[in-house]
């Protein structure tokens, strides 16, 4: 069992940066495949990033890309998501999510993950 913490979110101005955080415990965290996600309230929870388990290829939504980075650190358990030129429509509740073994397929997908946090608040003022 995994279980996931974010933290880092909070307010912040326009074109401003924040770096979230999502702490995993458990063993074997490098086998693990970590998404972030992002929902508010009314939508519906949308991929924004993740980092997979080999090799640490990477993949991003289009709203993600060119401004965040996800990145991991296997030796300290933990993912994070480094954003940049942010906008009020990033505005949302951000989610850390994993994928252990046996992994699953489509991690774009919610059904490509069996852990996920509580999420971290981010809100950028315009």
């Known amino acids: 069992q995994v279980h996931l913490e974010e933290s880092g979110g909070g307010l912040v101005q326009a074109g401003g940066s924040l770096r979230l955080s999502c702490a995993a415990s458990?063993?074997?965290?490098?086998?693990?495949?970590l998404g972030w996600f992002r929902q508010v309230p009314g939508k519906e929870r949308e991929f924004v990033a993740y980092?997979?388990?080999?090799?640490?290829?990477?993949y991003y939504a289009d709203v993600a890309k060119g401004r965040f980075t996800i990145s991991r650190d296997n030796a300290k358990n933990t993912v994070y998501l480094q954003m940049n030129s942010l906008k009020p429509e990033d505005t949302a509740r951000y989610y850390c999510?994993?994928?252990?073994?046996?992994?699953?397929?489509?991690?774009?997908?919610?059904?490509?993950?069996?852990?996920w946090g509580q999420g971290t608040q981010v809100t950028v003022s315009s």
């Open positions: 999510a994993a994928d252990g073994p046996p992994h699953r397929v489509g991690w774009t997908a919610l059904g490509g993950y069996d852990h």
């Open positions: 458990g063993r074997s965290f490098s086998s693990y495949t």
């Open positions: 980092i997979s388990w080999k090799g640490g290829s990477t």
